[in-house]
């Protein structure tokens, strides 16, 4: 096994983990098997309690495993499927310490950062790392780690400790240390400044760590003169230093780092005979390409985006990131518009700006989310693309706010909601779901992924399924990934449906309602799960791509021209 870790210095969000992904990337098109694993510093066990604002979007896996966001971009650019343990945090590892000392696993032993928690941290990562991540049962033969956080920051210090005690336990040969560092450019002067990086290396080296490749994060390409400063006081050779600047669009960080010969320096650290490795980065290429051509396109199809965290578009990265899939997949640009639901209700201060908008879009997306604030906002968002024929995509909360305002302006049923907002309503259509707690709120939810089947009577005019059988030849179910507490009313599904409103997919036990599509619509669709967390580049969530068919009145010819005849 080959480990290559990923740290970061100076300062936070300067794409670790795109260039954690970019490097499993490259791996990946040499034929490699390769894994990823997320370490982040905090003391929750995992991402799922926290706040959007605090750490953006809550990415789910296929185990139910609440995770950071990184693990997305993993699963994006390599293409693996990973678990919860592929998220390390500060709170898992003491947890899973405490566990131990209570049993009396130690042995009577004072417990301490150092012996315990370290070999923790480096039980983990070993374990985590021999686990199959591409659908075989065969071990990855490398394992791509990222540190979270800023080397320096009290809360890693136990992590980077334990990679330095790693790279003895494993052996030199076996370990790869790249460091992410800032390379800023004074306004005034225009200089790019190597400082910050300097320090930022003697720091790491402090705490017994020698990165082997430097990757410099810069607005512009690196000059001659400062990657051999770079080389110069970070006591690497220059052919080390890797510029990482700035580029069009992401699918191009892994192209960046292959023209500078990356492959073949983690080749060399690893001592790895590269004679029979052969790349093929065709795929990828052609995805970065069609991107660009995309954006240089003068007209563009408008998604109306309304959510109630757009102050951080984090929140919403997977879905971003989805949109983008089914736009290069359509080969048309897109154009997110950025809507507070609160903004949509009577009252609020940018009310008409808001509406305005709204109506200029050329589809509408409601995403997930929790809490009654900015609900009334969705709702009215909601009516508005069923009244007007504007093709919507409902995810998660967004599929039971389509469904409460179905039940209020077609069914007629005053006062409808759903029991997160109302406890003591009468006319709840959305309900808690009785086998989740009611008091604990970390991993309790109804969380992974789990099968819908398509109903029979309804499957041959769904255009869910036609998408799905066309895009990722799936006929009688999907598999998606859900997190949600509460579920339509089973008490209410018929009546919702007897006044057009169709539940085309359940769970498998046909009483917890998945899907529904508005016939004689151009495109109304909302989903329990999220089909964001499976989209892909080279694979997009058939929903999306539907969406953004309809919103460019392309929909009804794709499904046509791709529709085999029987």
């Given at each position: 096994?080959?480990?290559?870790?990923?740290?970061?210095?100076?300062?936070?969000?300067?794409?670790?983990?795109?260039?954690?992904?970019?490097?499993?990337?490259?791996?990946?098109?040499?034929?490699?098997?390769?894994?990823s694993?997320?370490?982040?510093?905090?003391?929750?066990?995992?991402?799922?309690?926290?706040?959007?604002?605090?750490?953006?979007?809550?990415?789910?896996?296929?185990?139910?495993?609440?995770a950071d966001?990184?693990l997305?971009?993993?699963?994006r650019?390599?293409?693996?499927?990973?678990?919860?343990?592929?998220?390390?945090?500060?709170?898992?590892?003491?947890?899973?310490?405490?566990?131990?000392?209570?049993?009396?696993?130690?042995?009577?032993?004072?417990?301490?950062?150092?012996?315990?928690?370290?070999?923790?941290?480096?039980?983990?990562?070993?374990?985590?790392?021999?686990?199959?991540?591409?659908?075989t049962?065969?071990?990855?033969?490398?394992?791509?780690?990222?540190?979270?956080?800023?080397?320096?920051?009290?809360?890693?210090?136990?992590?980077?400790?334990?990679?330095?005690?790693?790279?003895?336990?494993?052996?030199?040969?076996?370990?790869?240390?790249?460091?992410?560092?800032?390379?800023?450019?004074l306004?005034v002067?225009?200089e790019?400044?190597?400082?910050?990086?300097?320090?930022?290396?003697?720091?790491?080296?402090?705490?017994?760590?020698?990165?082997?490749?430097?990757?410099?994060?810069?607005?512009?390409?690196?000059?001659?003169s400062?990657?051999?400063?770079?080389?110069?006081?970070?006591?690497?050779?220059?052919?080390?230093?890797?510029?990482?600047?700035?580029?069009?669009?992401?699918?191009?960080?892994?192209?960046?780092?292959?023209?500078?010969?990356?492959?073949?320096?983690?080749?060399?650290?690893?001592?790895?005979?590269?004679?029979?490795?052969?790349?093929?980065?065709?795929?990828?290429?052609?995805?970065?390409?069609?991107?660009?051509?995309?954006?240089?396109?003068?007209?563009?199809?408008?998604?109306?985006?309304?959510?109630?965290?757009?102050?951080?578009?984090?929140?919403?990265?997977?879905?971003?990131?989805?949109?983008?899939?089914?736009?290069?997949?359509?080969?048309?640009?897109?154009?997110?518009?950025?809507?507070?639901?609160?903004?949509?209700?009577?009252?609020?201060?940018?009310?008409?700006?808001?509406?305005?908008?709204?109506?200029?879009?050329?589809?509408?997306?409601?995403?997930?989310?929790f809490?009654?604030r900015?609900?009334?906002?969705?709702?009215?968002?909601?009516?508005?693309?069923?009244?007007?024929?504007?093709?919507?995509?409902?995810?998660?909360?967004?599929?039971?706010?389509?469904?409460?305002?179905?039940?209020?302006?077609?069914?007629?049923?005053?006062?409808a909601?759903?029991?997160?907002?109302?406890?003591?309503?009468?006319?709840?259509?959305?309900?808690?779901?009785?086998?989740?707690?009611?008091?604990?709120?970390?991993?309790?939810?109804?969380?992974?992924?789990?099968?819908?089947?398509?109903?029979?009577?309804?499957?041959?005019?769904?255009?869910?399924?036609?998408?799905?059988?066309?895009?990722?030849?799936?006929?009688?179910?999907?598999?998606?990934?859900h997190?949600?507490?509460?579920?339509?009313?089973?008490?209410?599904?018929?009546?919702?449906?007897?006044?057009?409103?169709?539940?085309?997919?359940?769970?498998?036990?046909?009483?917890?309602?998945?899907?529904?599509?508005?016939?004689?619509?151009?495109?109304?669709?909302?989903?329990?799960?999220?089909?964001e967390?499976r989209?892909?580049?080279?694979?997009?969530?058939?929903?999306?791509?539907g969406?953004?068919?309809?919103?460019?009145?392309?929909?009804?010819?794709?499904?046509?021209?791709?529709?085999?005849?029987?």
């Amino acid at each position: 096994m080959k480990y290559i870790f990923v740290t970061g210095g100076v300062l936070s969000g300067l794409g670790k983990g795109v260039i954690a992904s970019s490097c499993g990337n490259l791996l990946r098109s040499y034929g490699l098997r390769v894994t990823s694993i997320k370490i982040d510093p905090y003391l929750n066990v995992d991402a799922g309690t926290m706040s959007p604002f605090e750490h953006g979007e809550v990415y789910v896996l296929d185990d139910g495993g609440e995770a950071d966001l990184d693990l997305g971009n993993y699963e994006r650019f390599v293409g693996s499927t990973l678990t919860k343990d592929n998220n390390i945090t500060t709170g898992k590892i003491y947890k899973s310490v405490i566990e131990k000392e209570r049993r009396g696993d130690y042995l009577g032993k004072t417990v301490q950062v150092v012996p315990h928690i370290c070999n923790e941290i480096q039980d983990w990562i070993e374990r985590v790392a021999h686990t199959p991540t591409d659908g075989t049962d065969q071990s990855p033969n490398f394992c791509v780690v990222e540190v979270g956080g800023t080397v320096g920051d009290i809360e890693s210090m136990p992590f980077i400790e334990a990679l330095r005690q790693f790279q003895f336990r494993v052996g030199k040969e076996n370990f790869c240390l790249i460091h992410v560092s800032l390379i800023p450019i004074l306004g005034v002067v225009g200089e790019q400044k190597t400082k910050p990086t300097q320090n930022s290396i003697r720091q790491l080296r402090a705490l017994g760590l020698s990165p082997d490749l430097i990757a410099c994060r810069c607005s512009s390409p690196l000059s001659p003169s400062t990657r051999s400063k770079v080389s110069s006081f970070c006591h690497v050779s220059e052919e080390h230093v890797i510029d990482v600047h700035d580029v069009d669009n992401i699918y191009r960080v892994p192209l960046l780092l292959k023209d500078q010969g990356v492959p073949s320096l983690i080749f060399k650290v690893f001592n790895i005979d590269q004679t029979y490795l052969n790349c093929n980065m065709d795929e990828w290429k052609q995805i970065a390409d069609k991107y660009t051509d995309i954006e240089n396109q003068e007209n563009c199809i408008k998604i109306a985006m309304v959510g109630k965290y757009t102050d951080l578009l984090d929140t919403y990265l997977s879905v971003i990131k989805s949109l983008k899939h089914a736009s290069i997949y359509i080969k048309k640009k897109m154009k997110i518009l950025w809507i507070e639901s609160q903004n949509l209700e009577e009252g609020s201060d940018t009310y008409d700006e808001s509406w305005e908008l709204l109506k200029s879009a050329d589809g509408i997306l409601i995403p997930g989310g929790f809490g009654i604030r900015g609900v009334e906002g969705k709702i009215a968002a909601a009516r508005y693309s069923r009244e007007n024929d504007v093709p919507f995509l409902g995810i998660c909360l967004g599929l039971q706010i389509a469904v409460i305002e179905y039940a209020r302006n077609v069914v007629h049923l005053e006062g409808a909601t759903s029991e997160e907002f109302d406890e003591n309503s009468d006319t709840q259509v959305v309900i808690f779901m009785p086998e989740i707690s009611t008091t604990h709120m970390g991993g309790t939810m109804r969380l992974g992924k789990r099968e819908t089947i398509f109903v029979e009577d309804f499957v041959e005019g769904s255009v869910n399924a036609k998408l799905h059988k066309i895009i990722r030849n799936e006929e009688k179910s999907v598999s998606e990934r859900h997190r949600h507490r509460y579920e339509v009313n089973p008490e209410y599904v018929q009546s919702i449906q007897d006044a057009g409103l169709m539940f085309v997919g359940q769970d498998t036990t046909g009483t917890r309602q998945e899907i529904i599509e508005l016939p004689n619509h151009p495109y109304f669709v909302g989903t329990q799960y999220h089909p964001e967390f499976r989209s892909r580049p080279n694979l997009p969530s058939p929903l999306f791509v539907g969406l953004l068919l309809a919103s460019c009145g392309e929909l009804q010819t794709f499904l046509v021209d791709n529709t085999e005849e029987e």
